[in-house]
């Protein structure tokens, strides 16, 4: 019997494309993330709510991987650390700001 290989998608011209169907480690990590935010704002976020869940999820997923890079011994930025501290900081004070207001 002969041993079935996944197909690869492939552009026309050969290239191959990524899977894009939500299916990889990091996207369901981020969707873990943004579900547990959205938990948090009773499962009701607002519109608004709902894009600073997307940030804070994507931003906290990229720590992770910086967080990953430094225990593999790789050298890291201290500009991009520091960058992605400061943004995740003020998301997250919107954040609870916003779950102050949620509707219980």
């Given at each position: 019997?002969?041993?079935?290989?996944?197909?690869?998608?492939?552009?026309?011209?050969?290239?191959p494309?990524?899977?894009?169907?939500?299916?990889?480690?990091?996207?369901?990590?981020?969707?873990?993330?943004?579900?547990?935010?959205?938990?948090?704002?009773?499962?009701?976020?607002?519109?608004?709510?709902?894009?600073?869940?997307?940030?804070?999820?994507?931003?906290?997923?990229?720590?992770?991987?910086?967080?990953?890079?430094?225990?593999?011994?790789?050298?890291?930025?201290?500009?991009?650390?520091?960058?992605?501290?400061?943004?995740?900081?003020?998301?997250?004070?919107?954040?609870?700001?916003?779950?102050?207001?949620?509707p219980?």
């Open positions: 019997m002969p041993q079935l290989r996944p197909r690869i998608r492939k552009t026309t011209g050969g290239i494309l990524p899977r894009l169907d939500g299916r990889t480690v990091p996207m369901r990590r981020f969707k873990a993330l943004s579900q547990g935010y959205e938990a948090e704002l009773n499962g009701h976020p607002s519109p608004i709510q709902s894009e600073a869940i997307e940030m804070l999820a994507s931003l906290a997923l990229h720590r992770e991987f910086i967080l990953a890079r430094l225990a593999a011994g790789e050298t890291v930025p201290t500009a991009e650390i520091t960058e992605l501290s400061r943004a995740a900081s003020d998301l997250l004070a919107l954040f609870k700001a916003g779950s102050e207001h949620a219980a």
